[in-house]
């Protein structure tokens, strides 16, 4: 079993930034790989990056390129999301996720996630 629990959302104005921390507990050592996933109001869950764990290759998508960047700190136990230049369409609940094995952009893939933490992009 894996825990994880977001912490570091808030409101914060358009071009401001946020570091978002993800702890995590129990068997690190199944764990593929880490990723973060944001859900806005009446929208599906989107793949916003991922971090393999032992090798910390990393991704992001698209939408978050250049503003975004996903890192941790094994030593902690924590996944980070830097987030940068933040816009109103930002504003989500970000979700982290841990994967044993599977596609690392697919959320049904992930095996274990934490509860959210609110991100409020104001304009």
């Known amino acids: 079993q894996v825990q994880l629990v977001e912490s570091g959302g808030g409101l914060v104005q358009a071009g401001g930034s946020l570091r978002l921390s993800c702890s995590v507990s129990?068997?690190?050592?199944?764990?593929?790989?880490m990723g973060w996933f944001r859900q806005a109001p009446g929208k599906e869950r989107e793949w916003t990056a991922t971090i393999t764990w032992n090798f910390g290759s990393d991704y992001v998508a698209d939408s978050v390129k250049g503003r975004f960047t996903v890192s941790r700190d094994r030593a902690k136990n924590t996944m980070y999301l830097q987030m940068n230049n933040l816009k109103p369409e930002d504003t989500a609940v970000y979700y982290c996720?841990?994967?044993?094995?599977?596609?690392?952009?697919?959320?049904?893939?992930?095996?274990?996630w934490g509860r959210g933490t609110r991100v409020t992009v104001s304009s």
């Open positions: 996720a841990a994967l044993i094995s599977g596609n690392w952009y697919v959320a049904s893939d992930y095996d274990y």
């Open positions: 129990g068997r690190t050592d199944s764990m593929y790989s």
